[in-house]
Every structure is written in C-alpha cells, then in structure tokens.
C-alpha cells in the first residue's frame, strides 16, 4: 500500500480547515440575516439601533454552543453522564435567556425610546411573551442538538480516519515483514544455484556470483521504495533471468519479452513482485532428463501490467521443495495489502503447461 509521506498530517489539516470553514459561514449567515431580511427598507440610523439589540441574541446561541461543543459534549455527555449533562444545560439555557431578556429590555428602554418599532398593530409585538420565551428556549434547545450532531459527526469522522490511519500502518508493517521474508527467500534460492555451479563450471559460478551482486544492490537500495519504474524492475527480472540461465543446460529454452525502457519509465510498480513467479518457473518448469521451455512475458495494455509465465509442469518432490510455496504465499498477501481489489492473478495447467498471469495497475492505486 502506497502512503505518500506527510499523508496523514495533510488529512487532519485539511479536517481542520474544513471545519473552521462551516463555522464561520453558519454564524456568518446568523449574524447577517436581519440585513439581508430588511436589506430594501434600510435606515441606517434605526438598523444600527435595531442590529444592536438583534446581536446578543446569535451572542447568545455562540454561548450555548461552544459551551456544549467544547465542554459539556466531551466530558457529559460522550462519558454518558447524561442527567448532568441535560441539568447543567437547562440552566445555562435559563441563565442566558435571562441575561438576553434583561439586555433587550435595558437597550430598548435607553437607547431606543426615540425610535419607531418595527411592526404594525396586530404584529408580532401584540403577542403575549410567553410566546417569545417558548421561542427562544426552542432556538437555545436547537442550538445545543446541532452542537451534539456537529460533535459526534466530527468525532466520528475523526475516528474513521484513525481506523484509517491504524490500517495503513498495520499494512506498511506487514509489507515490511513480506519484504524481510521475501530477501532470504530470494537469495536462498540464488545461492543453491551458484552452489550448483561451482560443482559443474567454476568460471560460470564466478560470473553467477558477479550476476548476484548486482541483484543485491536492487534488493538493498530499491526494496524499502514503496514503489520503482517498471524499467528498473524489468532491468533486475533480466539479471535474474541472465543468472537462472547460467545453470540450465541447452536442453532449456528460456524466453524473455519485456517493454523497452522508455515506455516502462512511464509505469511504477512495487518492487520484486515479479520474482516469485520467475522462481517457481525456474524450480519447477524444468525437465532434468529431457528438453522444457520457460517463457517470460511482461507488457504494459491500457494502462495495466501483465506479466505472464509459461513453463512446463515438473513440480518437486516433498524432499526437494526447498521453500517452495513461500513465496507465492508472500506474493498474494502482498498484492492484497498494496492493490486491494485492483489485481487479477490466475494459474492453470493445461496440456502439461502451467501457466500464471498477473495484471496491476501501471500506476500505484494512491498515486493515480
């Protein structure tokens, strides 16, 4: 799995901006409705009076909310001490109210005496006040529901981004473990050949070994990168293939098809994901006693790569598997962990021919 470094702190500032965003545009709008209501009988002299004693009302609602949203939410009621949390709200929700009511009826007796009120007999200032009172402890009530539905959706996103979070890490951890299995496995492999050769053709077995220290180089420097140019990894499947060669006789006849450099530049893939299938042609594609054939395909078609193996079916003996198995096992959990539900990986064997056919994406699935 692909994780572009910083992801996570790009994730939480990102939420961050976001969230600030929402609470600025909400209270901006509260703040400007009364303008954009009476934006066509505009007095200014009345509206700034008016606009003052309307202010304290969304002072009020920023109150009760940040209040909740800050305090109350997280140490009431998500630690499920519910009747505190409920009693302490009825009494802010009071307590503001209160303060908003004496306010409004300080500011309209000295400061707005002069001035015509809005409203026609008949209107709204004819309604008894329990009418106003019943109203703003429904906009206070409102208020405290969306601060619990903001917190608990912002809770929630969070939590689902550090389920995320956790994920990524338990699948890089996972893929490092693959790849510290995977080395061994490689060059156990690799030096059962060259030990093979020494016994047969010494000067081989010396070009084998000067063959091996440039895989190792790959092994060592490529295989912490999350991901390679299709044209280095191509480049390592052709010394490998060079070196497996060196030990087959000329019984053996090996094919090799890959993609020109320039046109594999252009595609990344993860490293050494190809050489668990070029180990078992090797290993089991070869007849000991008669003529076999191993042909290695790998192209790039509509924006996947396919790498595809034929080979003759000679499988090992039980005394001779020599960790057969191992890495076809660390190939598929691999494939899982970096292009989940993107792959297709088939094997079937037909005629005495096995044949395995992987396709992935040309592009890692977090770099599209």
Excluded at 61 to 73: C, G, Q, W
Excluded at 109 to 131: C, E, H, I, M, W
């Amino acid at each position: 799995m692909y994780t572009p470094k910083y992801s996570s702190d790009v994730g939480k500032n990102r939420e961050n901006i976001l969230m600030c965003a929402i609470h600025i545009i909400g209270w901006g709008i509260l703040f400007a409705f009364p303008l954009m209501l009476n934006w066509q009988n505009r007095q200014p002299q009345t509206d700034a009076h008016w606009y003052l004693g309307y202010v304290m009302m969304p002072v009020s609602f920023m109150a009760v909310f940040y209040l909740n949203y800050f305090v109350l939410i997280p140490r009431l009621l998500f630690t499920r001490r519910w009747a505190l949390f409920m009693t302490i709200n009825i009494l802010v929700i009071v307590t503001v109210w209160v303060g908003t009511h004496m306010w409004r009826e300080f500011y309209m007796a000295n400061f707005t005496a002069d001035q015509p009120r809005r409203g026609k007999p008949g209107g709204p200032f004819d309604l008894p006040p329990v009418f106003f009172m019943a109203r703003d402890v429904m906009l206070f009530l409102l208020t405290v529901g969306l601060a619990v539905a903001i917190k608990m959706t912002s809770n929630w996103y969070r939590s689902e981004n550090q389920k995320k979070e956790i994920e990524r890490q338990r699948a890089s951890a996972e893929l490092k473990n693959l790849r510290s299995q995977l080395n061994p496995h490689f060059l156990f492999n690799t030096l059962n050949n060259i030990y093979s050769l020494v016994e047969i053709d010494q000067r081989r077995a010396q070009d084998a070994v000067h063959e091996l220290s440039g895989l190792l180089r790959y092994v060592l420097y490529e295989d912490n990168a999350p991901a390679v140019p299709l044209s280095r990894e191509t480049a390592f499947i052709s010394s490998y293939v060079r070196l497996m060669m060196l030990r087959t006789g000329k019984n053996v006849k090996v094919s090799l098809s890959l993609p020109q450099q320039d046109v594999g530049e252009r595609a990344m893939v993860a490293p050494l994901l190809f050489i668990s299938l070029i180990e078992n042609a090797f290993k089991h594609g070869i007849n000991p006693s008669g003529e076999s054939f191993i042909d290695i395909s790998v192209t790039l078609s509509q924006g996947s790569i396919i790498c595809r193996i034929s080979n003759g079916n000679f499988p090992k003996s039980d005394s001779d598997r020599s960790g057969s198995g191992i890495g076809l096992d660390n190939l598929i959990r691999r494939l899982n962990l970096i292009y989940p539900s993107a792959y297709s990986f088939s094997r079937a064997i037909s005629d005495g021919i096995y044949t395995c056919t992987l396709v992935i994406p040309a592009r890692m699935p977090d770099m599209q």
